[in-house]
Nanobody
Framework: QVQLVESGGGLVQTGGSLRLSCTASGSIFRIGSMGWYRQAPGKQRELVAT???????NYVDSVKGRFTISRDNAKNTVYLQMDTLKPEDTAVYYCKSVVVDRYYTMRDYWGQGTQVTVSS
């Protein structure tokens, strides 16, 4: 089994910053791409940013220039640095990782979600 555990959410004022972390653990052979998604109340889950295991990153347009995704492959951890936060960034943030387990089975794993609330 593989588990993803997130941390770092919270309440922040407009213009503030937060840093999310997500660590994968368990029967891991290799981790592929990692990413962050978010879901606001009444809305569908949307992609925020992804990063390959070689460090190539992509962002949704609404966060470009404000959010930075990074990863530490030695720690099986992905980060999301969120700066200049806006009320519309309020959502539950989920990490997702493509993992090949020790049985060489590849599948997506999701974290439990962490709440980010930006007050105006």
């Amino acid at each position: 089994q593989v588990q993803l555990v997130e941390s770092g959410g919270g309440l922040v004022q407009t213009g503030g910053s937060l840093r999310l972390s997500c660590t994968a653990s368990g029967s891991i052979f290799r981790i592929g791409s990692m990413g962050w998604y978010r879901q606001a109340p009444g809305k569908q889950r949307e992609l925020v940013a992804t990063i390959t295991n070689s460090g190539s990153a992509n962002y949704v347009d609404s966060v470009k220039g404000r959010f930075t995704i990074s990863r530490d492959n030695a720690k099986n951890t992905v980060y999301l640095q969120m700066d200049t936060l806006k009320p519309e960034d309020t959502a539950v943030y989920y990490c997702k990782s493509v993992v090949v387990d020790r049985y060489y089975t590849m599948r997506d794993y999701w974290g439990q979600g962490t709440q980010v609330t930006v007050s105006s």
